[in-house]
């Protein structure tokens, strides 16, 4: 059933209710059956590519300042930088000082704009605080992504299927700041960190790659949805909803709620135990909502295979082995005991 036909359902129940209260509570019940679990719907995947790092000519950067400067060669290269569509060079991050050889301490800007193309000037997401420099090193790669949806809520996967390998979840930049805190750590990434969230566009938050993917990588990712309410009249929700339990959840939560409060609206209720239907409704919403919860385990194993499970963290398979990533970057510029 279309939302539109489900506001008008609601509204048949109860005369002289509202048609745009109709639509806000039809939409809270959605919202509300959303959250009620992680619904196998809202499961949906992507894929994430970082580029081969960029490294050609050279930048002029001004200490406390927000633009930066590209010589005809650096123009040139970044320039060149093939992403897919929506991205451009605002998905990418930027560092001056070097090429990644150990030593290198700046820090990592975001690009927020860029304009021209030779010179091509870009603009940082916040004032350089590395000396002013006219022909200074840099580095560009992508090392912060954010999800390709606005609803989104978390990762269940993130796969690099090129060299074969799962990136490790559940950390944060800060776990990052500890082992690698001038993030010299760089070439392929193993794990993913909770970086920041998007203040543009909340609730849509930023994670970074560790170490910093310079080599070029692409991912493939599943991860969950927050769900959208209905905006258009001809939305529908997805079949394993049935209609009836958008309507109860609507109806014992919300409609019946409010007509107790302005009983005076509505003439027909006069002498109805409206406490009574409210708390009918409810009865009915959760027996439906647990035949949903069970025909949406018996399709996906939703509560059986949750981020909970053992089988998504690593172990330590020998004893005084670490968890960290083993490539010749991490071995040379950190202690790890076997």
Same mark, same amino acid.
């Given at each position: 059933?279309?939302?539109?036909?489900?506001?008008?359902?609601? $509204?048949?129940?109860?005369?002289?209710?509202?048609?745009?209260?109709?639509?806000? /509570?039809?939409?809270?019940?959605?919202?509300?059956?959303?959250?009620?679990?992680?619904?196998?719907?809202? =499961? $949906?995947?992507c894929g994430i590519f970082c580029p081969v @790092? #960029?490294?050609?000519?050279?930048? +002029?950067?001004? @200490? /406390?300042?927000?633009? #930066?400067?590209?010589?005809?060669? +650096?123009?040139?290269?970044?320039?060149?930088v093939s992403l897919p569509s929506p991205l451009d060079l605002t998905a990418l991050q930027i560092r001056f000082g070097?090429?990644?050889?150990?030593?290198? *301490?700046?820090q990592v800007y975001s690009?927020?704009?860029?304009?021209?193309?030779?010179?091509?000037?870009?603009? !940082?997401?916040? #004032?350089v605080m590395?000396? $002013?420099?006219? *022909?200074?090193?840099?580095? #560009?790669?992508?090392?912060?992504?954010?999800?390709?949806v606005d609803d989104f809520l978390r990762w269940?996967?993130?796969?690099?299927?090129?060299?074969?390998?799962?990136?490790?979840? &559940?950390?944060?930049?800060?776990?990052?700041?500890?082992?690698?805190?001038?993030?010299?750590?760089?070439? !392929?990434?193993?794990?993913l960190g909770a970086f920041k969230g998007n203040p543009e566009l909340q609730p849509k938050p930023q994670y970074e790659l560790w170490p910093v993917p310079t080599s070029g990588q692409t991912f493939y990712g599943r991860f969950r949805r927050q769900g959208e309410d209905f905006t258009d009249p001809a939305d529908t929700q997805p079949v394993i909803i049935p209609d009836e339990l958008i309507i109860e959840r609507a109806l014992g939560w919300h409609a019946y709620p409010w007509v107790a409060s302005n009983m005076g609206h509505f003439p027909a209720f006069k002498g109805v135990a409206i406490g009574n239907l409210m708390l009918e409704s409810k009865?009915?919403?959760?027996?439906m909502l647990l035949s949903a919860k069970r025909q949406d385990d018996e399709q996906?194993?939703? *509560? =059986?295979? &949750?981020?909970?499970?053992?089988?998504?963290?690593?172990?330590?398979? /020998?004893?005084?082995? *670490?968890?960290?990533?083993?490539?010749?970057? /991490?071995?040379?510029?950190h202690l790890v005991n076997f």
């Open positions: 059933m279309s939302y539109q036909a489900l506001s008008a359902e609601l $509204t048949g129940i109860l005369p002289g209710l509202s048609p745009f209260l109709s639509d806000t /509570f039809i939409n809270r019940a959605w919202r509300q059956i959303r959250d009620a679990r992680l619904w196998s719907f809202l =499961v $949906t995947d @790092q #960029v490294t050609s000519g050279t930048v +002029a950067v001004t @200490q /406390f300042s927000e633009t #930066v400067t590209c010589d005809a060669t +650096a123009s040139a290269a970044l320039l060149a070097g090429t990644g050889t150990s030593g290198q *301490t700046g690009i927020a704009s860029f304009t021209g193309t030779n010179p091509l000037i870009l603009t !940082l997401d916040r #004032v590395d000396p $002013t420099n006219a *022909t200074a090193g840099y580095q #560009v790669y992508r090392c912060y992504i954010k999800p390709v269940e996967s993130l796969v690099d299927m090129t060299n074969g390998w799962r990136l490790k979840l &559940n950390y944060t930049s800060t776990m990052f700041d500890m082992r690698d805190p001038q993030r010299q750590a760089q070439g !392929l990434a193993y794990y009865k009915a919403y959760r027996e996906e194993l939703q *509560t =059986v295979w &949750n981020r909970g499970h053992g089988l998504i963290h690593s172990t330590r398979a /020998f004893k005084g082995m *670490t968890d960290y990533p083993i490539d010749s970057n /991490f071995i040379q510029s």
